[in-house]
């Protein structure tokens, strides 16, 4: 470089777009795979009560198979596939 004020301000300006553009790539798919996984996993529940730590997770699995079952059911009536 040659020392310029103005060319170190553009490469520090530069270099936080491109970190900026790696937080919400990384936040996009990651953030939202992170929360699906805590609501699978009853983070939410109380610890100290581990009867509902495993109805929360049961339940939120059967929901889960639940759903994917009737995209099937109503895809096979609407004759996607």
């Known amino acids: 470089m040659t020392g310029d004020p103005r060319e170190a301000a553009r490469a520090a300006e530069a ?3 491109l970190e900026r553009v790696k937080r919400d ?6 953030s939202s ?3 699906a996984a805590d609501h ?3 983070k939410d529940a109380p610890e100290d009560d581990r009867i509902e730590l495993w109805g929360r ?6 929901s889960l198979v639940l759903v994917v ?6 895809g096979h009536q609407l004759k996607i596939w």
Do not use: P
């Open 40 to 42: 699978f996993s009853a």
């Open 15 to 17: 270099k936080e777009a």
């Open 69 to 74: 079952l009737l995209a099937w059911w109503l």
């Open 33 to 35: 795979m992170a929360r």
């Open 57 to 62: 997770r049961i339940g939120r699995s059967i």
């Open 25 to 30: 790539q990384e936040g996009l798919l990651g």
